[in-house]
């Protein structure tokens, strides 16, 4: 993959940069391709483009490209951990019978974990196999038909309480509810994360 800079479609007399305004951002009609006129509505422009980019999904309908990407202050060098964690995420073990680990979303930059049986107990522990080459940075994890309140967590054996570097939240869904929890830290090495309902009784909802 390259990255080079854009510089197409480009017409001086009104931005040094190219710009468009079409569908569906700021336009009713579709205009895919519209130059921008004037500085009258939403707009975007491109200052790079992406060559030999390899889709991560394809179908008769279209094609899903994925990239990681945000702001930040730190150098090139510090990101390094963050995109091995994403390219090549650490092995992921789930304890007990109740659940099972479905692996590595990239979409979601997720772990996902899904829950097999309603009866069973509630607790699912999870083992990120983090190392140098691939290490847990920030990890997430969803939990699909976790169908409980929000949890309590422990890492390492350690209780997390939420706040700033624990977060937790549910995706109501048809088939029951999703947890998504995101805990912040930078592993190179084993980590256990365990997830229980609030009430500590180890049961799931009754849903």
Known sequence: MAIDCYAGEIIRERSI??????????QQIRSSGRWALAPDRVSHSSL????S???YEETADGVTMLML????????EALLPLAKSWLSPPKMDVEGEAFRGEGFDPAERAFVVAR?????PGRATVVLQASKESPAVNPVLRIRRWDAAIPRVEIDGRPAAAGQDVRAGLIPGLEGDDLVLWVRGEWTSSVRISIAPAGGTGQGGSR
């Open 17 to 26: 940069f190219p710009w468009w305004n079409h569908w569906p951002v700021s």
């Open 48 to 51: 790079a483009h992406i060559q």
């Open 53 to 55: 980019w390899r889709p």
């Open 69 to 76: 990407n945000g702001l930040t202050e730190k150098p090139a």
């Open 116 to 120: 097999l049986r309603r009866d069973g």
